[in-house]
């Protein structure tokens, strides 16, 4: 049966009791709360991706840079009365386990956000 068989007086019975079965929102708040902490969230996410890269990006220069420096000093020069042959060694193997340690950090928080937003 079709709403346009019922006659006017049904019609507009069926109407009124459509526009009386309206949902009202249990809190008035309610809907833009839950909006707010939507927003909030895809808000820290993107925070989130934002800190890795800059990471990542800090990180390369940071490697650059030492790696330029340590061409730069040449063995032949002191620093504070001591030969830079002998700091050379040492700072090598420090810069370089840092360096390992800082990568594998890096690789393993990257691949922890890249499976967590696969995940969703």
Request: no cysteine.
């Amino acid at each position: 049966m079709f709403l346009m068989d019922i006659p006017d007086n049904n019609n507009d019975m069926l109407k009124k009791l459509l526009s009386d079965s309206k949902l009202e929102m249990p809190f008035s708040g309610f809907e833009d709360r839950v909006m707010h902490s939507i927003r909030d969230k895809v808000r820290t996410e993107q925070s989130i991706n934002r800190n890795i890269n800059l990471s990542w990006l800090f990180f390369a220069l940071g490697t650059a840079f030492g790696l330029l420096l340590s061409v730069i000093i040449s063995p032949a020069t002191t620093i504070w009365g001591f030969p830079t042959a002998k700091l050379m060694l040492s700072s090598y193997i420090i810069g370089g386990t840092l360096i390992l340690l800082f990568v594998e950090q890096l690789v393993t928080f990257t691949l922890k956000r890249k499976n967590n937003t696969a995940d969703r």
